[in-house]
């Protein structure tokens, strides 16, 4: 499933670049993939006994004039071929590929407690300068961290919580001594 997301992904990658509409399709696919994340969107588009023409009425009417036509081109195309819980999917990778084209990348920061706006400011700062992209956090707090933060950005984990520095301390000890 993996491979048929990332080749719907890459189709569209190709066709906002024959368009000129990457930044456009990009929010176009953000506003579909929002639309469609709830769960009764999905029990609609997947439940067996809704007629196609039911689902094309939905996209018409919730995007007509809002997203481009290769875009709705692509959603009618996943109901024609039965591949309704693919789109979602699909959009996402396209959307991680279209932001990282346009120099743009997403990091998630979660803390014990909420962080200050000026600390995300200063994380944001960080990150922009080591991976030479825009980047846009998303912070979320967590009181099983207990203490620190982390960070997920571009598939790494930057761990810095009191939690993970627990645990390495108790495997230490439990190996024979601690350094």
């Known amino acids: 499933m993996a491979k048929l997301n990332e080749r719907y992904a890459n189709a569209l990658i190709e066709l906002s670049d024959e368009n000129d509409s990457l930044s456009e399709d990009l929010q176009g696919a953000i506003l579909v ?8 969107s999905q029990a609609f588009l997947t439940h067996p006994h809704i007629a196609d023409s039911a689902k094309y009425d939905l996209f018409e009417n919730a995007f007509s004039g809002k997203i481009s036509q ?15 819980s693919l789109i979602v999917p699909a959009l996402a990778e ?7 084209r346009l120099g743009k990348i997403e990091a998630r920061v979660v803390s014990a407690k909420p962080l200050k706006q000026e600390q995300l400011e200063s994380i944001r700062k960080i990150l922009t300068k080591q991976t030479n ?11 099983d961290v207990i203490g620190g933060f982390y960070i997920l950005v571009d598939g790494k984990i930057f761990d810095g919580t009191v939690r993970t520095k627990l645990n390495v301390m108790k495997e230490r000890l439990k190996r024979g001594g601690y350094q």
């Open 33 to 40: 993939r929002d639309m469609l994340l709830d769960h009764d």
């Open 70 to 84: 290769h875009l709705m081109g692509f959603l009618s195309l996943m109901v024609k071929k039965n591949r309704e």
């Open 94 to 100: 396209f959307i991680n590929r279209a932001k990282r």
């Open 133 to 143: 992209m825009q980047v846009d956090i998303h912070a979320e707090h967590d009181p």
